[in-house]
């Protein structure tokens, strides 16, 4: 069962689609005993930083997304506001994240260029692999994935970087540590490369 968690904002039809055109049952998960029951866990998001975080916190289930994704290794992938939830702290709002990822969220600034690019930073845009991970096998080297962001995220621990994409400059655009992926773009809007990081994102099974 692959939880979508349900918490307030935007987009979840789309993902609750794309996956279910790739063959997975899905739920919505808004309650703690939804999301008690996934063998997967896709946190989405489109909106605030800061009311994404303060529904984990009141909805209850921080507690157990926590115990689902750091002691049951529970595999979680992380989509867009998702993805940036995972790092310590986003300029968004100045609160604190989930700390999952050695990173920071941050706002584009392009005070150094002209002329600057557009923000949001919204298209299509290609990803630079840097290493090898399940997430990316059988997606070619050359596709390009749909974005839809004003803040990106940077990371202190660049082990877990999957990928970066430039825009006005480099930032990371995926990442895996552990049982936790993350990426900035949205793989629901991608066609067919997006469908086949969610096909891989699907079959992983972590090993600890």
């Known amino acids: 069962m692959i939880a979508i968690v349900h918490y307030g904002i935007g987009n979840l039809d789309s ?5 279910r055109k790739c063959d997975a049952e899905v739920t919505l998960a808004a309650t703690p ?3 008690a029951e996934a063998d997967h866990i896709v946190l989405p998001g489109v ?3 800061a009311k994404a975080m303060d529904f984990l916190n009141d ?3 921080l507690p157990v997304l926590e115990q689902k994704v750091h002691e049951d290794h529970t595999p979680i992938l992380g989509i867009c506001l998702g993805f940036q ?3 310590k702290h986003s300029e968004e709002g100045n609160v604190a994240g ?3 990822i050695d990173g920071e969220t941050k706002r584009f600034r392009f005070d150094e260029l002209d002329p600057a690019p557009k923000m949001p930073h919204l298209g299509w845009n290609d990803v630079q692999r840097k290493k090898d991970g399940p997430l990316f096998a059988n997606v070619p080297q050359a596709a390009c994935f749909y974005f839809a962001h004003s803040y990106c995220v940077s990371c202190t621990d660049t082990s877990v970087v999957l990928g970066t994409t430039s825009y006005g400059y480099e930032y990371v655009s995926a990442v895996q540590r552990d049982n936790i992926f993350g990426t900035q773009f949205h793989p629901e809007k991608s066609h067919a490369a997006g469908l086949q990081i969610i096909r891989n994102f699907i079959g992983y099974q972590h090993h600890a």
């Open 15 to 19: 993902v609750a689609r794309a996956f």
């Open 33 to 35: 005993e939804a999301l």
């Open 47 to 49: 909106g605030s930083f």
């Open 59 to 61: 909805s209850g289930l």
């Open 85 to 87: 939830m995972f790092t």
């Open 98 to 100: 989930l700390g999952w």
